[in-house]
């Protein structure tokens, strides 16, 4: 039903059937154009919110700073989400292909490293620590190579046949890939 009180036409939500007509009947013209209009205005306020929120939240993995990368000799182009989680929690060793990992990661306290398990893994750092130790203090895993920083990760990595970890785009070398993350 539109309401024509309204400079514009403005949308009766169906006020007269959630309140009832007597109650409905009791309020002025001016009343309901001031409550459809109120109402309005939190309806496009929402909206904006909704749409900011869409253009300024990104994907897990569509962060231009951190990238995942990789020794040449790792064939993949891409992986999914779910796999390097599995490979940076340590509990996948090896690739597709049947190649062994090694991963690299930098210490907990690190900007990159934050930057890498928040926005890439989606979890804390800790949480990636408490994984590890987990593994390592029941037998059933190890903890990734850590090194002290990022100039060194692109060495471990480049050097390493199967290496993978993260590094800050602007700092990328020749010497290793980007692998995408699907």
């Known amino acids: 039903m539109v309401d024509q009180h309204c400079g514009s036409a403005a949308v009766n939500f169906g006020?007269?059937?959630v309140l009832g007509d007597e109650q409905t009947n009791n309020k002025l013209p001016g009343d309901r154009v001031a409550g459809l209009h109120d109402m309005r205005q939190s309806l496009i306020a929402c909206l904006c919110l909704v749409a900011a929120l869409l253009?300024?939240?990104?994907?897990?993995?569509?962060?231009?700073?951190?990238?995942?990368?990789?020794?040449?000799?790792v064939i993949q182009t891409s992986l999914s989400l779910e796999t390097v989680r599995a490979i940076f929690a340590m509990r996948q060793r090896t690739l597709a292909d049947?190649?062994?990992?090694?991963v690299?990661?930098?210490p907990d306290g690190a900007p990159l490293h934050e930057a890498f398990a928040k926005k890439i893994l989606g979890v804390y750092p800790h949480q990636l620590r408490l994984?590890?130790?987990r593994a390592v203090f029941s037998g059933t895993g190890q903890a990734p190579n850590e090194v002290a920083t990022a100039s060194a990760m692109l060495e471990a990595v480049a050097s390493t046949p199967g290496g993978i970890g993260y590094a800050y785009r602007s700092e990328l070398t020749n010497q290793v890939r980007v692998l995408d993350i699907e």
């Open 15 to 17: 006020v007269e059937r």
């Open 131 to 133: 994984a590890w130790d």
């Open 104 to 106: 690299f990661v930098l």
């Open 98 to 102: 049947g190649h062994a990992v090694h």
């Open 55 to 73: 253009f300024t939240v990104k994907s897990r993995g569509d962060d231009p700073m951190v990238v995942l990368i990789a020794n040449p000799s």
